[in-house]
């Protein structure tokens, strides 16, 4: 698949996942590290506030009781104290100045307003206004919160009094700022590596498959014969190429067995022409005697013949073929085909001084009866022609039900089949007797179209050789 | 002319035979690439047309086997046309190479052209002072036009004047002029040269004794 589009590609996708993974990773790191960093921060100021409250309050309630002493009015709990004195308008804002003063920064101020929400008393440094939490009429309130640039201590005393102490924090947020900052360029920065890191990692990864896919396109175009090298670590990778190598070598032997019997069958189809037209020119070259002619004829029939019956079986072998996809499937009386097919060959057999023993119960299965047929046919045949010249012998046919098959064996006392012929016997134009001439009839394909007949049909076909005398094939048939 | 014509397909075999001995040559056959062999090896050839796919030993390998010893002209027959099968062929020691289906005509001009070739000739006439050969139609003319010859006798004709100046011996001419399926007797080479020397003059065919017949150049 070509796409004119790069970012198609499988490195262009890995690499955008790769960078949107990334990012979030990143910046979730970012922010993470910005909260806590800010959290600490606030907890710092927090500290400080409340060690400057607690020194406000202290030094309040130590001021109030002096001056309440003085009027004699006894001892009380400290916030009664401080809320009388704050009714009475009493100034105790001497003497924190040093440490509740100036605008600088982290400056702290404290301010204290009644109910209402007026103030009663504050630092010069305080803002000239409040606003307060909206947290119902009464009862104590304790928090913290942040207010423009002041990081504010907010209570309220059971009897109502506010008491407000701020710290003021630019100084931390301009801090955070620039923390956020440094965070986001190197967290960028960090982005940027990792981008260049995953381009190359990506660009080593595609690369084996890339040179897989170059080389398994030159083995497509022209050349079945190369493989793609594997580099033997066992990865990924390395069972994809070993799988494509499979199945090249399969495509490469069904090229090679296809091409092969397009050969054998154009050498066995124009030897007969040749025949044809070397005898027919032979003929017309000169004037020629009519016994001359009439044996030329002869000859030209035989050849003819012989392409008739090539080309019949060739068909049947097509038809074959064809019908792995379209089977035809009715109740065959076995009984019947394998006793039409011995009628056929009576004569032959009996020519040859060859018995045919038949052994076998009425049973019928499911089939192409006229696929059968050939199949007994070649079987019978075959045991009858290549028995041992002449001498006689027997062929049992025996058939008979197995569980869900039927099963229908060939039988034979001749010489059997030799070892080196046994992988080949039910290849394509494969003669197991070489020097038999092709034009005894026999093109080494009844085997190849038995076969196939009979796996078409979901059955199998094969042999042994006896253990005395002769070769059994036995023919498998779904029932 | 004796041909060697190796082919396994019977009908085939005997249809070319035919032809070969039509046309005036001697020719021995073989159905098989072992005997084929044996009978190009026994030397007494003047070409051989020699089919590939041969039972017992393929084509190439009696080619392979015959080479470089055996220099017979060899025509290789097969049923195989591609271009890779042409080419190792004619690698493989053959002199040229024919795909089956083929012609017949052309089958006999191929055969013809190598026979020529490799008797050093250039042209299909042979010319001996005012006796003039066409090898191709295989007629014999003089100045008073054209002579009968039998086939027996073209064939002996042709066979020395093709070799003219140098001395034929009889045993060659017996090996060459008949095939071994051909029992006629000794004596009728005598019979053929006196008829060529009555036809077509006493000094076309001179006698050495006992070392052969010879067409002499001037």
Same mark, same amino acid.
């Given at each position: ?41 606030? #907890? !710092?100021?927090?500290?400080? *506030? ?6 406000? =309050? $202290?030094?309040? &309630?130590?001021?109030? @009781? ?88 907010? #209570? !309220?005393?059971?009897?109502? *009094? ?6 003021? =924090? $630019?100084?931390? &947020?301009?801090?955070? @700022? ?302 | ?218």
């Amino acid at each position: 698949m070509k796409s004119g589009f790069p970012f198609h590609s499988i490195r262009w996708r890995i690499q955008v996942w790769h960078a949107v993974i990334l990012l979030v990773a990143i910046i979730a790191f970012c922010i993470t590290a910005y909260r806590l960093a800010w959290i600490h921060q606030l #907890r !710092r100021v927090d500290r400080v *506030v409340v060690e400057r409250e607690r020194a406000l =309050i $202290s030094h309040l &309630i130590h001021t109030g @009781r002096k001056v309440l002493s003085d009027e004699g009015s006894g001892s009380r709990p400290p916030h009664v104290t401080l809320d009388l004195l704050l009714e009475r308008g009493v100034d105790l804002s001497e003497g924190l100045s040093d440490v509740f003063g100036g605008q600088d920064t982290g400056h702290s101020f404290f301010m204290f307003l009644d109910p209402a929400g007026a103030v009663r008393m504050r630092s010069p440094n305080a803002p000239m206004s409040m606003l307060l939490p909206d947290v119902g009429e009464s009862g104590m309130v304790e928090l913290s919160r942040i207010s423009g640039s002041y990081r504010e201590s907010v #209570r !309220r005393s059971p009897s109502g *009094v506010w008491s407000v102490v701020g710290r003021d =924090i $630019s100084g931390e &947020i301009e801090e955070m @700022r620039h923390f956020a900052l440094s965070l986001t360029a190197s967290g960028f920065a960090l982005w940027l590596v990792g981008l260049t890191g995953g381009w190359w990692i990506a660009g080593r990864v595609i690369r084996p498959i890339q040179t897989i896919g170059r080389t398994a396109s030159r083995i497509a175009a022209d050349n079945l014969r190369e493989r793609i090298e594997v580099a033997g670590i066992g990865n990924e990778l390395d069972q994809l190429s070993g799988v494509l190598n499979q199945t090249f070598d399969r495509l490469q032997a069904a090229f090679e067995r296809q091409k092969q019997f397009t050969a054998d069958a154009s050498h066995e189809l124009r030897n007969p022409i040749a025949v044809v037209v070397a005898e027919t020119q032979r003929i017309l070259r000169r004037d020629h005697s009519v016994s001359e002619c009439r044996e030329a004829l002869q000859v030209c029939q035989d050849a003819a013949l012989r392409m008739k019956n090539l080309t019949e079986a060739l068909l049947v072998l097509a038809r074959q073929d064809d019908q792995e996809r379209t089977p035809v499937r009715e109740t065959v009386d076995l009984d019947a085909v394998v006793n039409a097919s011995v009628a056929r060959l009576r004569k032959d057999a009996e020519q040859a001084g060859i018995r045919i023993e038949l052994n076998g119960i009425p049973i019928t299965c499911s089939g192409d009866p006229v696929g059968i047929g050939m199949v007994v046919d070649n079987l019978v045949g075959n045991a009858i022609h290549h028995h041992s010249g002449g001498s006689g012998g027997t062929v049992r046919v025996s058939w008979n039900p197995d569980g869900e098959w039927v099963q229908v064996a060939v039988e034979d006392d001749g010489p059997g089949i030799p070892e080196a012929d046994a992988p080949h016997i039910f290849d394509r134009f494969y003669r197991a007797d070489k020097s038999r001439s092709h034009s005894s009839g026999h093109f080494g394909l009844g085997l190849a179209v038995a076969k196939s007949i009979v796996e078409n049909h979901g059955g199998t076909l094969d042999f042994a050789n006896n253990p005395d005398r002769g070769v059994t094939f036995r023919m498998r048939l779904p029932r | 002319m004796r041909i060697l014509l190796v082919e396994d397909d019977p009908a085939l075999r005997r249809s070319l035979a035919a032809t070969f001995r039509e046309e005036g040559y001697a020719v021995d056959t073989a159905g098989d690439g072992e005997e084929g062999l044996a009978k190009a090896n026994g030397g007494v050839y003047d070409a051989v047309v020699l089919d590939v796919m041969l039972p017992l030993m393929n084509g190439w390998e009696v080619l392979e086997r015959m080479r470089p010893d055996n220099r017979v002209p060899v025509l290789m027959l097969t049923a195989r046309d591609t271009v890779p099968d042409r080419v190792k062929g004619l690698d493989n020691g053959a002199d040229d190479y024919l795909t089956k289906p083929f012609d017949v005509d052309e089958l006999l001009a191929r055969v013809r052209a190598l026979i020529r070739r490799s008797e050093g000739l250039s042209h299909p006439d042979i010319v001996i002072r005012d006796i003039r050969i066409d090898t191709v139609r295989r007629r014999v003319s003089t100045g008073e036009g054209e002579i009968q010859l039998t086939p027996m006798e073209y064939s002996l004709l042709e066979y020395l004047a093709i070799r003219k100046g140098s001395v034929v011996s009889r045993t060659t001419l017996y090996e060459r002029l008949f095939d071994e399926s051909d029992d006629s007797c000794s004596n009728l080479l005598d019979v053929h040269v006196s008829n060529i020397r009555r036809k077509l003059g006493a000094d076309v065919i001179t006698t050495r004794r006992g070392h052969g017949y010879c067409v002499e150049v001037e």
